[in-house]
């Protein structure tokens, strides 16, 4: 059974700082990675997807990386805003058979930029 | 190009009431799929729907079902509710899962 781990549970840096944050997975099988980010109460948007056969992805200030044979992503922040707290969930795809595919969420960071 | 549409946004039911949640995926969407989100169990997978048929299906009782139609509009229902049904739950559509998901913004469902 696939087990998606993120560390650190929660973070707090201040506003300007890099910073970076680690998701693990038990399983290699993976189809993609997704990195989303969940406001208070809200739903999720999706950041960045890494496909299987990728190493990262990039989209403005944030740099996604993914070493699939060792189970490990990273989500790296650039200069950090107040606008970027948030949790932050990583998610692999794995086949489930039929057709079929599902994600498994780690339980995210909940990230904290003090202005 | 509209997002995946989930309604009601909150709702409060009683214990052993029965409810019903929508999701209207984004255009051409046929994968729907469904997750239970708590404090305590994180985001949990309920089960996935493509053209109108049940291909997957999380560890969740049987008071726990859904169904897909023809325009890829889902729902899921829960019978006899129980206080630890209380969660947000959410809805996620996918064109094909090489392609990512997209969730949208939830029901809060509050059982009292």
């Known amino acids: 059974k696939q087990e998606v781990t993120q560390i650190p549970a929660a973070l707090s840096v201040p506003e300007g700082e890099n910073l970076v944050l680690n998701c693990s997975f038990t399983?290699?099988?993976?189809?993609?990675l997704q990195w989303f980010r969940q406001d208070p109460g809200k739903g999720l948007t999706s950041l960045l997807l890494?496909?299987?056969?990728?190493r990262e992805q990039t989209s403005g200030r944030l740099n996604a990386s993914l070493d699939k044979s060792s189970g490990r992503s990273t989500l790296y922040i650039a200069a950090s805003q107040p606008g970027d707290s948030a949790t932050y969930l990583c998610a692999v795809t794995q086949d489930s058979g039929a057709g079929s595919y599902q994600l498994t969420f780690g339980k995210g960071t909940k990230l904290s930029v003090i202005p | 190009k509209a997002g995946v549409t989930q309604t009601p946004r909150y709702l409060i039911k009683t214990r052993g009431q029965q409810v019903t949640l929508s999701c209207s995926p984004i255009s051409g969407h046929r994968s729907v799929s469904w997750y239970q989100q708590t404090p305590g169990q994180g985001l949990q997978f309920l089960f996935e729907y493509f053209s109108e048929t049940q291909r997957n299906k999380g560890n969740f009782p049987g008071r726990f079902s859904g169904r897909q139609f023809s325009n890829s509009r889902s729902e899921m229902n829960v019978s006899t509710l129980e206080l630890g049904d209380s969660a947000l739950y959410l809805c996620a559509s996918s064109f094909n899962a090489g392609k990512g998901y997209t969730f949208g913004s939830g029901t809060r469902l509050t059982v009292v």
């Open positions: 890494i496909q299987s056969s990728q």
């Open positions: 399983d290699s099988a993976i189809y993609n």
